[in-house]
């Protein structure tokens, strides 16, 4: 089993490795996540998790959170949702976490919740797709840094298309066939119904699929000018270059996951659009700088383009952790979650703010980029939605 305790050194990813703590290591904060570390969607959730161990490592060097080290112990589950539910009961009866991240296909999240439920031990989505028990009203022990999220996403990207577009819109979707990604598109289906877009089809395509021709082909043959694909990269992507080898030239917009910043540049297509909450790395930020050197600093495989999401989890149990005080239990710990406000030091368009009854965030911000005249260029900046 892929496990790593976060306070020594980093193995190369997938190697099974467990260090042996010092006794002052168990007087420790313990944080325990389940991830899909290997496999097809290892690609959007495992730089995640490494820039979240990148981000603890930083902390437990600086001293740790008052005064006391977080011992972060990661499980690979494959995107198994068997594997995820071991994971969880592990990491609680065992490891005694006192909260658990989930960084994995949203196919993971039933037995997960469950196994969090059982044990009264929050839950932090920080990478994982933000599901909507999150939303107000939220599950007391649900909470979610990540950047992309159910209903709020489709409006943003629909929006964005019905004030691009020119002339009528005829739309298409793909979807993984995955719960969240499945039953989003299904919403956005029925949202541009209502915003006068026509629907033309919808491909809800199997994660292990390997010719992603015939769907694309169903696409194509329906005549959208539009696509709008919300699901794992790997489901976008591959939708993306199957449809541009059957010679469809309209406009396709996606997620924009973590791999997307390097993907605008080697697609070079310019009908490609992509939407999200973080601001990418060729904005130039004084906060990605500083992600970059740790990135380089740790020896990292990973490009720092693909850790945003895994930095703002890591900001976000820090400075829960902080709140809680020492000794900390998983109530203190949830309470702390619900008074949380983070500054993302602009890797948001604004600070993630929670309460009793929004374990999401109080606004939600998103920009569109694109590949245009040999760079990347962002074509909206932060629109803003208040979450309600």
């Not at 959007?44 to 902390?59: E, F, H, M, N, S």
């Not at 709020?152 to 995955?178: C, E, H, N, R, V």
């Not at 499945?182 to 809800?204: F, N, Q």
Request: hydrophobic share 45%; with cysteine; proline share 6%.
């Amino acid at each position: 089993m892929f496990k790593r305790t976060l306070l020594g050194a980093l193995s190369a990813c997938g190697m099974t490795l467990a260090l042996a703590l010092p006794a002052a290591a168990q007087d420790a904060y313990v944080v325990g996540l389940t991830g899909a570390l290997t496999g097809p969607p290892s690609s959007t959730y495992a730089p995640a998790v490494d820039a979240l161990r990148i981000y603890i490592d930083r902390v437990n060097g600086a001293g740790g959170v008052n005064g006391h080290k977080i011992k972060l112990i990661l499980e690979d589950d494959s995107a198994q949702p068997s594997k995820a539910a071991a994971n969880t009961k592990k990491l609680i009866t065992q490891d005694k976490a006192i909260l658990v991240v989930n960084a994995s296909l949203s196919s993971t999240y039933a037995p997960i919740m469950q196994e969090t439920k059982n044990a009264g031990v929050p839950l932090l989505f920080a990478s994982g797709v933000c599901p909507k028990s999150v939303y107000p009203p939220a599950d007391p022990l649900q909470f979610c840094t990540t950047g992309y999220a159910a209903n709020y996403d489709s409006q943003a990207a629909l929006d964005f298309i019905k004030a691009t577009a020119k002339g009528d819109i005829k739309i298409g979707f793909s979807a993984m066939a995955i719960p969240l990604s499945r039953g989003e598109i299904d919403h956005a289906e029925s949202l541009a119904k209502t915003m006068g877009m026509t629907p033309v089809d919808k491909e809800v395509i199997p994660p292990p699929t390997a010719d992603y021709t015939p769907f694309a082909t169903k696409l194509k043959n329906a005549a959208p000018n539009w696509v709008y694909s919300w699901a794992p990269w790997v489901t976008q992507v591959r939708t993306l270059e199957a449809l541009r080898k059957l010679g469809w030239t309209g406009d396709m917009i996606a997620w924009a996951h973590l791999e997307s910043e390097a993907e605008l540049a080697r697609l070079k297509d310019e009908n490609f659009y992509v939407i999200g909450a973080n601001a990418l790395f060729q904005d130039g930020l004084p906060i990605h700088k500083d992600i970059e050197a740790a990135a380089k600093a740790a020896g990292s495989k990973y490009p720092a383009t693909m850790m945003t999401e895994g930095w703002i989890g890591g900001m976000a149990i820090e400075a829960a952790l902080k709140s809680a005080g020492w000794p900390a239990d998983a109530a203190k710990v949830r309470t702390a979650l619900e008074n949380l406000k983070l500054d993302t030091k602009g890797l948001r368009g604004g600070v993630i703010e929670w309460n009793k009854t929004n374990h999401f965030r109080t606004r939600v911000d998103y920009r569109v980029y694109k590949w245009s005249g040999g760079k990347i260029t962002r074509v909206q900046d932060w629109k803003t939605y208040t979450v309600k």
